[in-house]
């Protein structure tokens, strides 16, 4: 499918972006209501009762079920229909197209692992950041309520229960997440500014503001940056999915070692890095990115001739 200069169906990109906030509230609204009545229906409950169940960690799979539908729902129908009424082919809007070389896959791959370095190097400079005994304790609230939301999603006996959390909480988020904040809203915000980094930026904050966690609002942050970024360069999507993966796979592999240990659990959620490590994984990150901004353009300057 491709929309033209001259279509109808072409939309200006503040014209987009509007249709974007609206689209992320029907899909928000949608994702909740038809993955709730889902669980309800698969175990003869009322919706009322849905909360209590999702929260159980005895019915993980029912939570990772309803987790994976809502977010393909919530960020899918956003990115869809912004790809739908920007100009060119639907799926290159996405940001589907090929990855030119197997040397940007290592250095992503390489990019994801100096992230996290510096991701728990800001998680320690968040700690030391003062403020105020109420904002802390809102701040706390909001963590723990995160926390236990991932414990009771993770509970994994099997390598077969290992599968299905990397399924729903790692490839499915790698994936819509992308297409929704890369694909869709950094893409718009690119094409209405015409400055790549404002786009990445302002992505990034929205990126890490939706996650509604104070302590890791910086590493988001950062990690969003990254991905933006390496979407910039690379005009693919599929390496910021790649790098996303990596960031939420290592976590629930982690988790799943540490499964039969609740302190070792509790330590591996909240284990951060000394802060001097996030300066050397940034300048690791910067001649790394530097690296793939330039295999990128060599990579497009060869297919061009």
Request: include cysteine; aromatic fraction near 12%; proline fraction near 4%.
């Amino acid at each position: 499918m491709e929309n033209n200069s001259k279509s109808l169906f072409t939309m200006t990109p503040p014209m987009r972006l509007a249709l974007f906030l609206g689209a992320t509230g029907i899909g928000m609204i949608l994702g909740a209501l038809i993955s709730f009545s889902l669980v309800a229906a698969l175990f003869h409950l009322g919706l009322n009762d849905i909360q209590k169940i999702i929260s159980d960690p005895q019915y993980a799979t029912a939570a990772q079920l309803a987790n994976a539908l809502a977010s393909i729902i919530a960020f899918g129908l956003p990115s869809l229909t912004v790809a739908f009424f920007a100009q060119g082919q639907l799926f290159k809007n996405m940001g589907f197209a090929p990855i030119k070389t197997n040397h940007q896959v290592l250095l992503v791959i390489l990019i994801a692992f100096a992230g996290l370095m510096l991701s728990g190097a800001l998680g320690s400079l968040t700690e030391k950041i003062p403020i105020s005994a109420s904002f802390k304790n809102w701040a706390d609230s909001l963590e723990a309520q995160y926390k236990k939301a991932l414990v009771s999603m993770t509970q994994m006996r099997s390598m077969l229960d290992l599968f299905y959390a990397l399924l729903a909480v790692a490839i499915v988020p790698a994936i819509v997440e992308e297409l929704y904040f890369r694909g869709a809203l950094q893409k718009t915000l690119t094409d209405w500014t015409g400055k790549p980094w404002v786009a990445i930026i302002v992505t990034a904050i929205f990126f890490s503001t939706i996650h509604f966690s104070y302590f890791g609002f910086l590493s988001r942050m950062a990690l969003g940056i990254l991905l933006g970024l390496i979407f910039e360069f690379t005009k693919t999507i599929w390496l910021p999915i790649l790098m996303h993966f990596i960031n939420n796979g290592i976590a629930i592999v982690a988790l799943y070692t540490v499964r039969n240990n609740p302190a070792r659990v509790e330590k591996v959620m909240d284990e951060n890095f000394p802060i001097y490590w996030g300066l050397i994984a940034c300048a690791v990150i910067y001649y790394l990115l530097i690296k793939l901004k330039k295999n990128s353009q060599d990579a497009g300057l060869e297919k061009s001739i």
